[in-house]
T-cell receptor, first 114, second 112 residues
């Protein structure tokens, strides 16, 4: 079984400040990890993913995430946020050897204030 | 043009009515999914299909049914709508061997 926990339901931050959105997962086997972003009134789109290799993954719009196997975490970071980063962010996990269906977290609402 | 489209985008219906939500894709993907999104609960999988002849229940399939009419079309039906099916519904696609899912814009459903 696989599960994912997003530790913060809402993260307020000022423009140009750094941000970290936290994600922890649980799985008995190797995993693939994803971050998706949902802008207001839109569907989800992939921000970045970890499948294998380097544990530091870079995505679109200046975001990056680090896979930490010992901590079972995949936290999302951005050194300087913009107003346009205001959105809902979803972490997802998929067991590498099992079902091809990822499990999504409950989402973190990033609110960037001017 | 969008690769994954959903119709309608918004729908208001009454308890007990049968409704259908439709999803079409031009990406040529073999796999299609239906999710519902509720505030604070994230995305939950309703049904998924790996090809035209394959239909699988997801986490919360009770009260829903699906039809995969063609590789490009995947419909979700609520046989007798109830108020707790009020939610935002997303269709998604992917291709076997690749991990990324591509989402439609969503259908906002209100059951009165």
């Amino acid at each position: 079984a696989q599960s994912v926990t997003q530790l913060d339901s809402q993260v307020p931050v000022f423009e140009e400040a750094p941000v970290e959105l936290r994600c922890n997962y649980s799985s008995s086997v190797s995993v693939y990890l994803f971050w998706y972003v949902q802008y207001p009134n839109q569907g989800l789109q992939l921000l970045l993913k970890y499948l294998s290799g380097s544990t530091l993954v870079k995505g679109i719009n200046g975001f990056e995430a680090e896979f930490n196997k010992s901590q079972t975490s995949f936290h999302l970071r951005k050194p300087s946020v913009h107003i346009s980063d205001t959105a809902e962010y979803f972490c997802a996990v998929r067991s590498a050897g099992g079902s091809y269906i990822p499990t999504f977290g409950r989402g973190t609402s990033l609110i960037v204030h001017p | 043009d969008a690769d994954v489209t959903q119709t309608p985008r918004n729908r208001i219906t009454k308890t007990g009515k049968r409704i259908m939500l439709e999803c079409s894709q031009t990406k040529g993907h073999d796999r299609m999914y239906w999710y519902r999104q509720d505030p604070g609960l994230g995305l939950r999988l309703i049904y998924y299909s790996f090809d035209v002849k394959d239909i699988n229940k997801g986490e919360i399939s009770d009260g829903y049914s699906v039809s995969r009419q063609a590789q490009a079309k995947f419909s979700l039906s609520l046989e007798s709508a109830i108020p707790n099916q009020t939610a935002l519904y997303f269709c998604a696609t992917s291709v076997s061997g690749q991990e990324t899912q591509y989402f439609g814009p969503g259908t906002r459903l209100l059951v009165l």
